[in-house]
């Protein structure tokens, strides 16, 4: 796992506890009008169906409770950033329990409904320096809320690909997080001032071993949109394709990404 040297940005607490309750709020209203057949459609992620991506994300969300019911750890003992780093590891599990919910929860809607409720709960029972056991260590409630915030994003962009015209909207403030957070994770698998990677609105990072650039038109830069970005770095977009659609601007000799993503999987 790479090791986050570098300081840690800042996420306002209270904006983090908004975005992830609208953004868990936006798929609680899609998620009713979704018909048999749609639940049934297989999405991007290997062997999981829509009826099951939903059961993850309201999964996603009572991670939260779950850690909650556990002993608070004696201290911190891990960083945010070294969150995206340590998700593949627990995929089997992971599958495993959201089979498993899937199966259990005929209706859905009430199943996130009961999520939600829960969540709000706690959030208003429970400091945010609360710390939390996490797959990555001992994390703080507001780092690990910025986590929640990663997995609405990246797997509400899941459920519209799956579903033909299903458009659940993006709270800015979660997506500007998703943005930032493997952003950040990239310049630390990557460590180095060679490259500046841009995604406008809300992230700009410097990455890729080589000359540091200090003034003027950096030579090597990459830019592309925040969705775009997140695909790539969650592997749901490869590197060649994205450039070959005009996904993403590379220019200079070090703007190839391709060999760094994706950062989380």
Same mark, same amino acid.
């Given at each position: 796992m790479p090791q986050a040297k570098k300081r840690a940005r800042s996420y306002d607490p209270a904006r983090t506890r908004a975005a992830v309750l609208a953004q868990f709020s936006n798929v609680r209203d899609a998620v009713p009008a979704l018909t048999p057949e749609q639940l049934a459609l297989?999405?991007?992620?290997?062997?999981?169906?829509? %009826?099951?991506?939903?059961?993850?994300?309201g999964m996603a969300l009572t991670a939260v409770h779950r850690a909650l019911e556990l002993p608070e750890p004696a201290? $911190?003992?891990a960083v945010l950033l070294d969150w995206p780093f340590g998700t593949s590891g627990n995929a089997t599990a992971i599958a495993d329990f959201t089979q498993r919910l899937a199966a259990d929860h005929a209706d859905l809607g009430a199943y996130l409904a009961d999520?939600?409720?829960?969540?709000?709960?706690l959030?208003?029972?429970h400091p945010g320096t609360r710390l939390l056991a996490t797959n990555v260590g001992a994390l703080s409630l507001d780092d690990y809320l910025v986590t929640r915030a990663v997995e609405l994003v990246v797997h509400t962009d899941d459920l519209n690909a799956a579903v033909p015209g299903l458009g659940i909207p993006y709270d800015r403030q979660a997506l500007a997080a998703c943005t930032r957070l493997l952003a950040d994770a990239l310049a630390v698998k990557a460590p180095g001032g060679a490259t500046e990677v841009r995604v406008p609105p809300y992230a700009v990072v410097q990455c890729v071993e080589g000359p540091r650039h200090? %003034?003027?038109?950096?030579?090597?830069?990459v830019e592309t949109d925040p969705l775009t970005w997140i695909r790539l770095a969650t592997g749901r977009l490869a590197?060649?394709?994205?450039?070959?659609? $005009?996904?993403?601007?590379?220019?200079?000799? %070090? $703007?190839?990404?391709?060999?760094?993503?994706?950062?989380?999987?």
């Open positions: 297989p999405t991007r992620l290997s062997g999981w169906t829509v %009826r099951e991506l939903v059961a993850h994300i201290k $911190a003992d999520a939600d409720a829960g969540l709000r709960a959030l208003a029972a200090t %003034r003027g038109t950096p030579p090597n830069v590197w060649p394709e994205a450039v070959a659609d $005009a996904k993403v601007s590379a220019s200079g000799e %070090r $703007a190839d990404l391709g060999a760094y993503l994706p950062v989380m999987r």
